[in-house]
């Protein structure tokens, strides 16, 4: 699944560089055509790869692996309103679904930290905080035709917000000096502290959580 939603991610982006010159359409469409229909069913796929190595645990179960199409078919009803294909009002149906799929994945990214061995890597709340801001930017985008003397504020925070909602591809190394990757002595390889002689990493989400390394 990963590299087709690469390919596809890959192929809007240089059609969304090409296109606008030969078919004139807002600004935004090409966005949300790279954006929404690319990068956000992209971007849920690589957590879904990427979270069960940052817990040491298990992979989605069968239903939760299709998330990535539900999230697609959310950016399809989006691109076609922008498109003028359809209705304005028809962004709060993939607003809404678009919704309901980052829930469901910060549920599963919360239970998959609790139930991690040894507690999750701190690159873990990075994954967390990246689809938090998805979900606040879909919120914003549900409230647009609900709220319309809001439309600006509303369009300006969903822009914005979702600049933050860009996590990495992969887990980070984390280059802070006080953590190295290297053997925890009865646990599984990891991010572990240095700084006054080895010890165990964090053994719960809210110390993980707080000690990301910055930058």
Do not use: D, E
Not at 19 to 35: D, E, G, Y
Not at 87 to 108: E, S, Y
Not at 171 to 180: F, G, I, L
Request: hydrophobic share 60%.
């Amino acid at each position: 699944m990963l590299i087709l939603l690469a390919t596809l991610t890959l192929a809007l982006l240089f059609g969304g560089v090409a296109l606008p010159r030969m078919w004139v359409a807002p600004p935004a469409f090409w966005a949300h055509s790279v954006l929404a229909l690319g990068v956000m069913s992209l971007i849920t796929a690589a957590m879904q790869h990427f979270v069960p190595v940052l817990c040491r645990g298990r992979g989605p179960g069968p239903w939760l692996r299709r998330l990535p199409w539900m999230m697609l078919a959310a950016a399809v009803l989006a691109v076609a309103v922008l498109g003028g294909w359809l209705a304005w009002g028809w962004i709060v149906p993939a607003a809404l679904l678009a919704i309901a799929g980052a829930l469901l994945m910060l549920r599963w990214m919360f239970t998959a930290a609790r139930a991690a061995l040894g507690g999750p890597h701190p690159g873990l709340a990075w994954y967390v905080a990246a689809m938090a801001c998805l979900a606040a930017g879909l919120a914003a985008a549900l409230l647009m035709p609900l709220l319309p003397a809001w439309h600006g504020f509303l369009r300006a925070f969903h822009v914005h917000i979702n600049l933050y909602g860009s996590p990495p591809s992969a887990p980070c190394r984390c280059s802070c000096p006080r953590w190295k990757t290297g053997p925890i002595p009865g646990r599984a390889r990891g991010c572990a502290p240095i700084s006054n002689g080895p010890r165990a990493a964090a053994s719960s989400w809210h110390v993980a959580r707080r000690r990301v390394c910055p930058g």
